[in-house]
């Protein structure tokens, strides 16, 4: 009876401390019960476990960073975003090519030992390139949580637009910091170092930067990954390219990729809808992952609100872009065949005359036989 009192105190203390919004204080608390006698192992482990992952401002790991994170001069704005411990909401949907040189960047650090007893280094440097929307970012957090390290971004665009005047020794000392750490730095959108060019009011400063960068990206220590990510290769001067040491395209998704994406989207928000990816994987190749993804929330919220089932706002998608009568054929057969449309539905979202589709549903019978 006593012992439930004093739970009872801890409980009221502790509600009273976290709805005046004291994080800090909980945190100090949560530690203080933790250590105390009489409790179980596990209430105990799984305290601290708590506390371990949930670092906040004050928490050790924090303070150290927090109290050297570079900003600029005069703005105190923080120049890089650190996502401690990263974390996907999915798992990316790569070509083998992409996903098997990430592999290696993170295998060659798991396995360091082994390189430098051959006498060779870890892969220090590397450039994403690629359109919008295809996983550049994403690739840096998931090398980042591999590894178990930090993530630490450093988006060029927004630097340079606001700070361009000071913008290279911002950005020397950002480099300077993420040296000294053990982390991946990703220098997010490139490009825009790039895209200031034509102003030729800035070429001194520009100029200025592309020397920093090309003297840290030598320098760069292997215990640190840096890794840049830029839309427009083609706006890159080709001495910046040549220094990265690996450079990885990733490209928009193929028909497989879309379904791989597709599928595994639609199992996490709407797994009975899972037999829409057939026929929505051939309709959205050519789009990125993220525009995918966009569609498919759009096409949620509609359904959510509209009350019409989410099945009408994916067939809308089905015609989303102009296809070619081949594709159109395909796409009506696989609607039929999925059990997703009649033959007269099916020829009302494709325009595929009911005879064709009727031919090539024959056809297709035959060849399966
Ligand atoms: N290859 C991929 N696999 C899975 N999801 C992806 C992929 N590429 C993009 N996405 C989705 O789109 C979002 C934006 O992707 P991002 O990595 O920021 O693209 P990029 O940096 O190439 O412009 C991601 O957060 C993710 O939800
Ligand atoms: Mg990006």
Redesign the pocket.
């Given at each position: 009876m006593a012992e439930n009192d004093g739970v009872e105190k801890d409980f009221v203390h502790l509600a009273r401390v976290a709805l005046s919004g004291r994080t800090q204080d909980v945190q100090t608390y949560l530690h203080r019960i933790a250590k105390r006698r009489g409790l179980t192992k596990e209430f105990s482990s799984a305290l601290i476990e708590l506390l371990r992952k949930n670092p906040t401002r004050s928490s050790p790991l924090r303070k150290g960073m927090e109290k050297a994170l570079p900003t600029d001069t005069d703005s105190r704005f923080q120049l890089l975003r650190v996502e401690e411990t990263p974390f996907l909401?999915?798992?990316?949907?790569?070509t083998e090519q992409v996903q098997s040189t990430l592999s290696r960047l993170v295998e060659e650090r798991q396995n360091l030992g082994t390189l430098l007893e051959a006498g060779l280094e870890p892969t220090r440097t590397v450039l994403?390139t690629?359109?919008?929307?295809?996983?550049?970012?994403?690739?840096a957090?998931w090398v980042a949580r591999e590894l178990g390290l930090p993530l630490m971004i450093l988006d060029l665009s927004a630097v340079m637009s606001s700070y361009l005047g000071r913008t290279g020794s911002n950005l020397r000392h950002v480099l300077d910091y993420a040296k000294s750490i053990d982390c991946v730095l990703l220098i997010?959108e490139l490009d825009a170092i790039a895209k200031r060019r034509d102003d030729s009011g800035e070429i001194g400063e520009l100029k200025r930067l592309v020397t920093v960068l090309l003297q840290q990206l030598d320098d760069w220590p292997s215990s640190g990954l840096l890794i840049a990510?830029t839309?427009h290769s083609d706006l890159l001067d080709p001495a910046v390219w040549r220094r990265f040491e690996q450079p990885v395209n990733?490209e928009l998704?193929q028909e497989a990729?879309v379904r791989a994406?597709l599928g595994a989207l639609l199992d996490e928000v709407a797994p009975d809808m899972s037999v829409w990816v057939d026929i929505l994987s051939l309709s959205l190749v050519g789009r990125?992952?993220?525009d995918i993804?966009r569609e498919v929330t759009l096409a949620r919220r509609s359904a959510a609100l509209n009350g019409k089932g989410l099945d009408h706002y994916l067939s809308l998608l089905v015609t989303a872009r102009e296809h070619s009568k081949q594709e159109r054929i395909e796409i009506a057969v696989r609607l039929v065949k999925n059990g997703l449309a009649t033959q007269r539905k099916a020829h009302e979202i494709t325009g595929v005359a009911r005879d064709t589709i009727r031919t090539h549903l024959k056809n297709d019978a035959i060849l399966e036989v």
């Open positions: 909401q999915m798992e990316p949907v790569y994403f690629g359109p919008p929307g295809v996983g550049k970012t994403l690739g957090r997010d990510a839309n990733f998704p990729g994406f990125s992952y993220s993804e």
